[in-house]
């Protein structure tokens, strides 16, 4: 069953991303920068820990 929801959700974002590209960029984009954002965070931590 989890297998199966896994294959549903992932033909759901394939016709999202083929359907709405903008969106789904915009998406992707915001995804990214709050990941690059959390790394730099924990860079900062452990440089201000280091000094």
């Known amino acids: 069953m989890?297998?199966?929801?896994?294959w549903i959700l992932?033909?759901?974002l394939i016709f999202y991303i083929g359907?709405?590209?903008g969106?789904?960029?915009?998406?992707a984009q915001s995804l990214w920068?709050?990941?690059?954002?959390a790394f730099r965070g924990i860079g900062t931590f452990f440089h201000?820990?280091?000094?």
Request: proline fraction near 8%; charged fraction near 20%; hydrophobic fraction near 50%.
């Open 48 to 51: 201000d820990l280091a000094t």
């Open 19 to 21: 359907t709405q590209p």
């Open 2 to 6: 989890k297998k199966v929801v896994g």
């Open 10 to 12: 992932l033909i759901l």
């Open 23 to 27: 969106p789904a960029a915009d998406i």
């Open 33 to 37: 920068d709050g990941l690059m954002n």
